[in-house]
């Protein structure tokens, strides 16, 4: 429920990834003063800001002494962080390839003066300019009706990560019933079987504006500042994989395209097939659940394992993950020579570039002249990167994908919304050499 609280029971948060500059906040000022508050401010039990950091910051110089806030439970902070991404993206009613610079450039091309002087300056802190606070109560099959066919899977699959916390943002229309900002929320609660929803409503002559101001006057992310630490963290954090074959980085040497469960490292022919190529020491850098070195140690090749984050059942086991990086230094100090290194996949999970370089680094020190050094990452041209650039269809598999490009560097986006966001790197095949041959 949103409720009608002091400016002073709401605080931002320290870790909002948005940028704003001192138009963007002008702008936020000219829509509160014309439009009032269509969306509420979102905290936490004790206060905290998770959606609504700009029009706090603009009520507050405005000099509003109250605010429409909604209430979420309190949640650790990593839940907070992965919420407040979602929210960057909940308010607006774009789809998965939408991008700030995207949505910026279109803001550019409309007379925003224009539509604003049509709209009448709403009485500060009245019921016209809470409007939020008081939504209509309305039939969700009649708005299905009147909007059918504006569907955006993108906007309900973020809706749908929204629900799971409890949220379900009011749906803003014009008084015909045409969604102005909600189209992804009216589509979920239909899946759902809702009698009704809360919609706001606006007037026609109030539509070309707030459709500008609710689903194009978008901040620019800091994602990659504010949540490095985070980010590098949650890079480590695969899911508990079923597969009992070695991985397509492990084979495509001496198996091709082929799938990987066709291969099979305890087939005689085969395994002498791979141990040509590969030789009998192996470094597996990056070794996640330990999948494949477990595979070829019992295949009876001399694999040892380096990975710092460590997964258990479901969280980085510390303990284990001391063990598996002390016994690997115990390795190196040993003096042995591996004959292969792999870091398979270990370059798409890395978010940022420097660290990237340094894994490189580090295993060209673990290098001699005989060693191969076999690094397998996804590209650009694959269906994860595609979607988020609008080249590639939702299927069943991928309808809850809610991943979105950022732009502090090529080939990046980020997904993982639940509660660990996580960043993944597409290369191009001149780009992953880049790192490589900047060190030999």
């Known amino acids: 429920m949103i409720k009608i ?149 993108y906007a ?102 082929n799938p990987c469960h066709t291969f099979d490292i305890f087939n005689p022919s085969q395994q002498a097939k791979w141990r040509k190529e590969h030789g009998n020491t192996i470094l597996d850098f990056g070794a996640g659940h330990l999948t494949e070195t477990n595979i070829l140690n019992a295949a009876g090749f001399d694999c040892t394992p380096f990975e710092p984050y460590h997964i258990g059942v479901s969280e980085i086991d510390k303990g284990k993950s001391l063990g598996i990086s002390k016994k690997f230094l115990e390795v190196v100090a040993s003096g042995k020579e591996f004959t292969s290194v792999f870091i398979s996949s270990v370059l798409n999970s890395v978010p940022f570039a420097k660290d990237r370089e340094h894994i490189v680094c580090i295993c060209a020190a673990l290098c001699r002249p005989f060693t191969k050094l076999y690094a397998c990452a996804s590209s650009t041209s694959e269906t994860g990167y595609r979607q988020v650039n609008g080249k590639a269809f939702y299927n069943e598999s991928n309808a809850g994908n809610i991943a979105f490009r950022l732009e502090y560097e090529s080939g990046i986006r980020i997904g993982d919304f639940q509660d660990k966001p996580k960043v993944q790197k597409y290369h191009t095949k001149k780009g992953i050499l880049r790192p490589v041959l900047s060190v030999f």
């Open 5 to 153: 609280e002091p400016l002073s029971a709401v605080n931002p948060s320290t870790y909002n990834p948005r940028t704003a500059d001192p138009k963007r906040l002008d702008l936020i000022e000219l829509s509160l003063r014309k439009l009032g508050f269509i969306a509420p401010i979102y905290a936490d039990a004790n206060g905290e800001i998770l959606s609504g950091h700009q029009r706090h910051f603009v009520a507050t110089r405005m000099g509003l002494k109250n605010v429409p806030v909604f209430r979420i439970p309190a949640m650790e902070l990593q839940k907070r962080k992965a919420l407040n991404i979602v929210f960057n993206r909940a308010t607006n009613d774009g789809d998965i390839c939408q991008t700030p610079l995207k949505a910026k450039r279109i803001l550019e091309t409309l007379n925003l003066s224009e539509l604003a002087n049509s709209i009448p300056d709403k009485e500060l802190e009245s019921k016209e300019f809470f409007r939020c606070a008081y939504p209509c109560k309305v039939s969700v099959a009649k708005l299905c009706k009147i909007n059918s066919g504006r569907w955006i899977q």
């Open 156 to 257: 309900k699959s973020i809706a749908r990560t929204l629900r799971k916390a409890g949220i379900i943002m009011p749906i803003v229309c014009t008084p015909d019933g045409k969604v102005i900002n909600g189209i992804g929320r009216l589509e979920m609660l239909a899946e759902l079987k809702a009698d009704t929803c809360e919609v706001v409503y606006i007037s026609e002559d109030e539509a070309k504006f707030a459709d500008a101001m609710m689903n194009l006057l978008t901040m620019d992310f800091n994602i990659h500042e504010r949540y490095e630490d985070l980010l590098r963290y949650n890079s480590f954090r695969r899911a508990r994989r079923v597969r009992e074959e070695l991985g397509h980085g492990f084979v495509f040497a001496v198996h091709g395209k």
